[in-house]
């Protein structure tokens, strides 16, 4: 039944039927009176009462006060200066009952249980358990206070605090800020860079799609997203841990203080990050993940009972430890890369490929089987590879480094180093002070250097860097030196030499046995001595080289096909018409090689077409000694 009342100051009762009552305007006092009764008070400043029966009360313009009676009944607010009674008709029951607000900051009375907002607004439940429920689209402040609450905050950038009790958050769309404290709580983040925070109680707190900040005790879940996790002290009688579960993404998960917690970084490149004084879990999942642990009673370990577990699995990523006040730190099993922090510890690897990195203290650092590479900063160190192919950086300090079995690159940095390279073909980079330690059949090793060095024992290559004028001796050992861009002196002593100078004016000494010196760009000197000893030119434009003692018959000139060109054929001694002596009557189209024997000049001439001096002049021997076409011997290339 319809019923308009007129646009005065009216009084109405209504009967035991289900009536729609539109008061239209005037200060109005509206009784429902039984039935399921929809009340409008339109403008003024009305009194609504439904008395029996589940009423729709709608106070319009004006300060209205409304009650519901008994019944389910439902108000709408749209005026601050609304206020809604339900006290209950006759004392009875009133019910359960829900508010539509509309544009307006509202808090539930004591007897109203849910809440359903329109509009950017802040409102706030009682001390029942109510139910909250945002508008899509509007930046929202919800408060539940006390009771076991329901808020689903809709679309927008809502902030919704649950109050005390256990409550249930939903923040749906939108970057929200959820926020509960007291209570086992559930907050579900929902799309959006959500902030979710309960700090007590056995709560979920699921972030969901995006990038999410969750902090708080009990199962935080990142979801999707970049996500950062936090757990939050719990004291001794509280819940026995957290569970921290970062999802996809790039997740950054860190435990609390006084919980053994458990970390799962799930897909992604996470960061673990354990905390003390209890055991914690950490399992990184798929992706290159970090733990960051920090030394309890006990060492790390694999094994429950340990102050930490960590867990990770084989071809799962390429995972790094940043262990921090450990006396000895062991890389867990499919665990790559550990870096070393604080004070003075010792690590050691596995048998996969690590990389490890000391700090400014004295570290000792043992790779164990697999590819090493360790690498430490300051402090007096002692860094061992062990098996297979490693790579070990002393930095600064007076390191000690060992090779171990396999092919090794050994480097010192500042101060004085001791090496011992071990079996395989090791390399050393090293400065004056350095000391390197090898033995005997030990495999082929290299020194690198930037300074004057002797080779010691049992080492049989050197190779100059930089462009300082430094001078370098062999050992009894077959060497091979090679030069810088300075000026050196390269002197082989005993054994069979490979000596090569670079873009510098060098010196190099065969010394006794059959070396091979090839003097490189600049105009160089080269001096077998004892031994058949060949002297070698790679390129017919690398300056004039001077040759101290040429023997003809015993020593060699090297020159290459590929780069002299001329018709030389490699593998042989050049032909005798391919040497003519110094004569400026005429040419030969045969010969590629002038000698002239009042001065020692040897002049390659690429087309025999030149005249008296024409050609390159690639060497004086000095002395004038005799040449031959045997003499000069043709390779293939350099």
Request: hydrophobic share 30%; charged share 20%.
């Amino acid at each position: 039944m319809a019923i308009t009342l007129t646009e005065g100051n009216d009084t109405f009762q209504g009967t035991d039927l289900n009536e729609g009552i539109n008061a239209l305007g005037g200060n109005d006092t509206v009784l429902g009176g039984g039935g399921n009764d929809t009340i409008s008070g339109g403008d003024g400043n009305d009194s609504l009462e439904g008395q029996i029966g589940d009423d729709v009360l709608t106070g319009g313009e004006g300060n209205d006060t409304l009650d519901g009676g008994n019944g389910n009944d439902t108000y709408h607010v749209d005026n601050p200066g609304d206020v809604i009674v339900n006290s209950g008709f006759l004392g009875t029951d009133p019910g359960i009952d829900t508010v539509l607000v509309f544009h307006v900051d509202f808090t539930l009375g004591d007897q109203q249980e849910n809440l359903s907002v329109t509009g950017d607004v802040k409102v706030a439940g009682n001390d029942k358990d109510n139910l909250i429920i945002g508008e899509l689209f509007r930046d929202k402040e919800l408060l539940g206070n006390a009771g076991n609450d329901t808020i689903n905050s809709g679309g927008g950038n809502d902030t919704v605090d649950g109050g005390l009790g256990n409550d249930s958050l939903d923040g749906e769309s939108g970057d929200d800020s959820l926020r509960d404290r007291f209570g086992n709580d559930t907050l579900l983040g929902g799309n959006g860079n959500d902030t979710l925070e309960d700090l007590l109680g056995n709560n979920i707190l699921d972030g969901g799609n995006n990038n999410d900040q969750i902090k708080g005790t009990g199962t935080l879940i990142g979801g999707e997203g970049d996500d950062n996790l936090i757990s939050s002290t719990i004291d001794a009688g509280n819940i026995p841990g957290n569970f921290l579960d970062g999802g996809n993404g790039n997740d950054s998960l860190t435990s609390g203080a006084k919980s053994a917690d458990t970390l799962i970084g799930g897909n992604g490149n996470d960061t673990l990050i354990a905390g003390l004084p209890d055991a914690d879990t950490l399992q990184g999942g798929i992706g290159d993940d970090t733990y960051e642990l920090t030394a309890n009673t006990a060492p790390i370990s694999t094994a429950p009972g340990s102050p930490d577990v960590l867990t990770e699995f084989a071809g799962q990523g390429t995972d790094t430890v940043k262990a921090t006040g450990f006396n000895n730190f062991t890389l867990p099993a499919n665990v790559e890369n550990l870096v070393l922090l604080g004070t003075s510890f010792n690590g050691t690897g596995n048998t996969r490929n690590n990389e490890m990195t000391g700090n400014d203290q004295n570290n000792r650092i043992e790779g164990l089987a697999g590819n090493d590479t360790l690498v430490s900063a300051g402090g007096n160190d002692i860094l061992s590879g062990g098996d297979d192919a490693d790579v070990l950086d002393g930095g600064s300090g007076n390191d000690n480094l060992t090779g171990g079995n396999g092919d090794d690159s050994l480097t010192g940095g500042k101060g004085r180093d001791t090496f011992t390279g071990g079996l395989g073909n090791d390399t050393f980079v090293v400065d004056a002070d350095d000391i390197i330690v090898e033995a005997a059949n030990a495999g082929t090793d290299t020194v690198i250097s930037t300074v004057t060095r002797t080779m010691a024992s049992n080492l049989e290559n050197l190779i100059q860097q930089g462009s300082g004028h430094i001078k370098t001796f062999g050992n009894i050992l077959s060497n091979q030196i090679t030069g810088n861009l300075g000026n050196n002196q390269i002197e082989g002593n005993d054994g069979n030499d490979l000596l090569q100078g670079s873009a510098g004016q060098d010196t190099l000494i065969g010394g006794n046995g059959k070396d091979t010196l090839i003097g490189g760009l600049g105009s160089d000197i080269l001096q077998g001595n004892a031994g058949s000893d060949r002297f070698q030119f790679n390129a017919p434009n690398e300056r004039v080289d001077r040759i101290v003692d040429f023997f003809s018959g015993t020593d060699k000139i090297v020159v290459s096909a590929s780069t002299f060109g001329g018709g030389l054929v490699a593998g042989e001694p050049i032909a005798a018409n391919q040497l003519r002596a110094f004569d400026a009557r005429g040419a030969s189209e045969t010969a590629r090689f002038i000698y002239n024997r009042f001065n020692g000049t040897l002049i390659f001439d690429a087309d025999g077409a030149g005249l008296g001096l024409a050609g390159v002049t690639i060497a004086k021997l000095q002395g004038s000694p005799s040449l031959t076409n045997t003499d000069i011997v043709v390779i293939t290339q350099p």
